[in-house]
């Protein structure tokens, strides 16, 4: 019923840039917190930058200064926009959201992930 699909991963040189987008869809009653977690081969998932429905962000000080997260309500989309990328940022970047999927209480959902490779 209801999926994240991530899209804007790729290949690309250090001090590049990339916007990843992540799309919900489906059954659910609204949207509240959404966020992007990465996690490279053989370390934890880490969260890098999330943003509440009211629009507060919040973004790890391993990226500040380089992403940015955004959301378009509209759309049920939130976005990650990254600049001057580094080798260490390489990961498979998850979209995560919690959605009110009753009228109760929120459910939080997985995207698949996209693969972020930045490499010379």
């Known amino acids: 019923q209801v999926q994240l699909v991530e899209s804007g991963g790729g290949l690309v040189q250090p001090g590049g840039s990339l916007r990843l987008s992540c799309v919900a869809s489906g059954s659910f009653l609204g949207i509240d917190d959404m966020g992007w977690y990465r996690q490279a081969p053989g370390q934890q998932r880490e969260l890098v930058a999330a943003?509440?429905?009211?629009?507060?962000?919040y973004v790890a000080d391993s990226v500040k200064g380089r992403f940015t997260i955004s959301r378009d309500t509209t759309k049920n989309t939130v976005y990650l926009q990254m600049n001057s990328l580094k080798p260490e940022d390489t990961a498979v970047y998850y979209c995560?959201?919690?959605?009110?999927?009753?009228?109760?209480?929120?459910?939080?959902?997985w995207g698949r992930g996209t693969q972020v490779t930045v490499s010379s």
């Open positions: 943003i509440a429905a009211g629009g507060s962000a």
């Open positions: 995560n959201a919690q959605l009110q999927t009753t009228y109760y209480y929120t459910t939080d959902y």
